[in-house]
């Protein structure tokens, strides 16, 4: 397989698909530019190498074509500051003109291209919310063909392709996964931020030190339940923490008060402990909790039995009982997932439990464990508490990373890797 440390991009085009899909205030203004960040060293080695660069991205979800408020014109200047380069704009990712552009790109230069879901052939599917029915009849003429020349034009601007996108790699798009196939295996490769997120996922799904231990928090089963079936047949231990707690408390037959819990979900938690018990996984559950009288920040609190939380309060976050349990399961890990907090920690009342959980992380991979945090709410965490230093690796993926651990192939390695 190429990889982009090897290859020497000197007097080629390469096309890199990126996300640089960030947050805009009203204004247009970027707001965290995190993910412009996370591909400079692939771009910069690009150019270093004496490559010129078409770089590509979507932006939002834009409901017609073109959507002024989803044009990547808004973070041309900060990409050129970033990159030290004056980056040209082609205002059509489409076109004659901008196949001129890339066709004209130097050793050294720079091109954007205008937001890749301006055509729906980028998703090869229609958008979904449409202002008028002249849309949405426009919307239905996306088919393979039109779907395969959009690919096929946004190949033929490069001779190499990298896809540095690792947040849209669960998505089988033109620039994510199809236009790999244009590229013989020598000129296609993940970017440096892709080829980390790969990385990251193998250690934990495939070449795993034991003990595995995950941690399951945030809020719903429902929401986690394929991730919880798939890591059951992976991890020795799962820890399940967070609002998902009480679902289990209650179908245990404890006492959960005004708790969070999903009621039709009771019997799908006593069916993945069963589940747990063939496969020799230890489900660490709460034993304590911390429990408010109201859903806030200034409730009133205690620290009681998880499954003898009186009526009128509910369970915000877990005691200090259960924290030394977590703790001592995943000090004793060689391999740690970590998704979801214990608790309410936007409160700052109630943040204790991840702190306590981000700690024993960062303690266990002191001792040479490899960690991985991911999804959303726990890569809060870890910035919220000062741990992302502390840990061995803190995913960007979102909704990938989850399909990842789901066990799902991912479209946009699987163009590369070819598995
Ligand atoms: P998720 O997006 O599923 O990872 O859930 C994250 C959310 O779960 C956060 O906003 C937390 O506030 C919430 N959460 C965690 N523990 C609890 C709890 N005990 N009760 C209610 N919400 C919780």
């Not at 004056?86 to 901008?98: H, I, L, N, W, Y």
């Not at 709460?286 to 609190?301: G, H, L, M, R």
């Not at 464990?369 to 230093?389: E, I, M, R, T």
């Amino acid at each position: 397989m190429q990889t982009i440390d090897k290859f020497n991009f000197a007097g080629k085009r390469a096309f890199v698909r990126v996300d640089f899909n960030v947050p805009l205030n009203e204004n247009s203004e970027i707001t965290d530019d995190t993910r412009i960040r996370a591909a400079m060293p692939t771009l910069k080695k690009i150019l270093s190498d004496g490559g010129s660069l078409i770089i590509a991205s979507h932006m939002g979800r834009p409901k017609k074509n073109p959507d002024p408020k989803y044009s990547l014109k808004s973070i041309l200047a900060h990409v050129s500051d970033l990159l030290g380069v004056d980056v040209k704009f082609a205002p059509d990712c489409m076109g004659e003109e901008t196949a001129k552009m890339a066709a004209g790109l130097k050793a050294g230069e720079v091109l954007l291209l205008e937001n890749l879901r301006f055509y729906e052939e980028e998703e090869g599917k229609p958008r979904g919310e449409f202002a008028n029915d002249d849309e949405k009849a426009a919307a239905k003429k996306v088919t393979k063909e039109n779907q395969k020349k959009f690919t096929a034009t946004l190949a033929s601007y490069a001779d190499c392709y990298v896809n540095d996108a690792f947040g849209t790699a669960h998505r089988a798009h033109a620039s994510t996964a199809l236009i790999a196939k244009y590229f013989d295996e020598n000129n296609k490769m993940f970017g440096y931020l892709m080829e980390k997120e790969v990385i990251a996922v193998h250690k934990i799904m495939t070449d795993t030190a034991r003990p595995f231990t995950a941690i399951m928090g945030g809020s719903k089963v429902s929401s986690k339940i394929e991730i919880i079936e798939n890591l059951l047949t992976k991890v020795d231990n799962l820890i399940i923490a967070g609002g998902m707690t009480y679902t289990f408390t209650k179908a245990l037959g404890g006492k959960i008060g005004n708790s969070l819990c999903e009621d039709d979900k009771l019997d799908l938690a006593l069916e993945l402990l069963e589940k747990a018990k063939a496969n020799n996984v230890k489900v660490v559950l709460a034993v304590d909790a911390k429990i408010a009288d109201a859903f806030s920040n200034e409730a009133n609190t205690q620290f009681v039995p998880v499954g003898e939380i009186p009526d009128g309060w509910q369970g915000l976050d877990i005691g200090p009982a259960t924290e030394k349990i977590f703790a001592d399961v995943i000090k004793a890990s060689k391999t740690i997932l970590w998704n979801g907090p214990t608790g309410v920690f936007e409160f700052e009342n109630f943040t204790h439990g991840s702190r306590a959980v981000g700690e024993a992380i960062v303690e266990a991979t002191k001792k040479g464990a490899f960690s991985l945090v991911g999804g959303g709410d726990s890569v809060a965490c870890v910035n919220k508490f000062g741990l992302v230093d502390g840990v061995s690796y803190v995913s960007t993926g979102g909704g990938a990373l989850l399909e990842a651990i789901e066990g799902r192939v991912l479209p946009g390695i699987e163009a590369i890797r070819g598995f």
